[in-house]
Nanobody, 125 residues
Framework: QRQLVESGGGLVQAGGSLRLSCTAS????????MGWFRQAPGKEREFVAA????????AYADSVKGRFTISRDNAKNTVYLQMNSLKPEDTAVYYC??????????????????WGQGTQVTVSS
């Protein structure tokens, strides 16, 4: 049984918004640092956003800074990615991931031990 399940992807026009959700079935969610990554066809998986276990620290890729917001609700075991002002180049499969560790945020893919199955986001021009 997969521990992380993403939802909220879909097709949207450029300039539109989507909110992705990732719900964890593990009891360790509140002690996990969380992140969102994406992979476009023919490209490497890349970092998008990350959040500390308490939600008091965040990090963003330069390409999404000011447009995307990561947040979490530990009572619901869920991390969110609010995506505004979407661009065609944001089209990708988006993955959430969990990393052990109690301090700060991490943006390094190899720090994340658990991954969701991904949700497709398509932005039309």
């Amino acid at each position: 049984q997969r521990q992380l399940v993403e939802s909220g992807g879909g097709l949207v026009q450029a300039g539109g918004s989507l909110r992705l959700s990732c719900t964890a079935s593990t009891r360790t969610f509140s002690s996990s640092r969380m992140g969102w990554f994406r992979q476009a066809p023919g490209k490497e998986r890349e970092f998008v956003a990350a959040i500390s276990r308490r939600g008091d620290s965040t990090a963003y890729a330069d390409s999404v800074k000011g447009r995307f917001t990561i947040s979490r609700d530990n009572a619901k075991n869920t991390v969110y990615l609010q995506m505004n002002s979407l661009k065609p180049e944001d089209t990708a499969v988006y993955y959430c991931a969990a990393a052990p560790g109690l301090v700060g945020v991490t943006t390094t893919p190899t720090d994340f031990g658990s991954w969701g199955q991904g949700t497709q986001v398509t932005v039309s021009s």
